[in-house]
């Protein structure tokens, strides 16, 4: 599939494709099992590779949410920033989150006062723009489903996760183990050991389950217009 294309796709559509890359690669972790599973020759060095393949799959989990999450947001800000003319009509949510576009540089590296309120001055009464903060997440670290719950409460939106996905919390433990890994504190085969592809297929299912609600409802929020005050 080429690029072009994935890029006509909607949120969802992208999200699937992603989603299915991670789900052949845990089906490949299935069969080289079934293959290996009978100790001989090959045994243990094709075990060792398996088991440190399946640590990798935290990762591919993890970057295929953040994904979804990212493409989501971008998208809303996106229709945000196409159809809102006034600052005025944004829930606060949104007011704020634009305004901490423009300031945060200033306020994080330290600033001059007077230059500070020069630019506040130019800013009110506010201009609807990201600026470099289009595609920044909405929080600090990683994505979990508690930063994600807590983010669709913010921006006003009925959105809940259905109750098979477990309210997502499959993913905070996808994001430990995935931080796990890329920070050298374990390595992948002591990390691919703890848990079996069967195990890890199930939590995909949950996440992709809760992410792919999610999508649908920022989809509708979106479509609703539900980013404007009243």
Same mark, same amino acid.
């Given at each position: &599939? ?44 094709? #075990? =060792? ?5 399946? =640590?990798?799959?935290?990762? &591919? ?27 005025? =009509? ?5 007011? $704020? ?16 006062? $007077? ?34 719950? *807590? ?7 009925p959105w809940r996760p ?27 085969? #002591? ?13 995909? *299912?949950?996440v992709r389950?809760? &992410? ?9 929020? *979106? &479509? ?7």
């Amino acid at each position: &599939m080429t690029a072009y294309w994935v890029a006509q796709m909607c949120v969802e559509e992208r999200f699937r494709v992603r989603a299915r890359d991670v789900s052949e690669y845990l089906r490949s972790l299935q069969s080289l099992e079934r293959l290996h599973h009978v100790p001989g020759r090959r045994f243990y060095r094709a #075990t =060792a590779a398996i088991t440190a393949s399946r =640590a990798s799959a935290f990762i &591919m989990i993890y970057n295929c949410i953040e994904f979804g999450a990212r493409e989501a947001l971008v998208e809303l800000r996106q229709e945000i920033l196409a159809n809102v003319g006034s600052f005025a =009509a944004l829930k606060d949510y949104w007011r $704020e989150e634009i305004a901490r576009a423009h300031f945060r540089d200033r306020l994080t590296q330290g600033t001059n006062y $007077e230059g500070l309120i020069r630019d506040v001055a130019r800013f009110v009464p506010g201009v609807v723009d990201w600026r470099s903060d289009l595609h920044r997440l909405p929080f600090p670290g990683n994505v979990d489903n508690e930063e994600l719950l *807590r983010f669709v409460t913010r921006i006003g939106s009925p959105w809940r996760p259905p109750r098979s996905c477990l309210g997502g919390s499959d993913l905070a433990l996808i994001r430990q183990m995935r931080n796990t890994l890329a920070h050298g504190t374990e390595t992948f085969e #002591t990390v691919g050991s703890q848990f079996s592809t069967q195990d890890m297929t199930e939590k995909f *299912r949950r996440v992709r389950t809760f &992410m792919v609600s999610l999508i649908r409802g920022l989809e509708r929020y *979106r &479509m609703n217009r539900q980013y404007h005050r009243n």
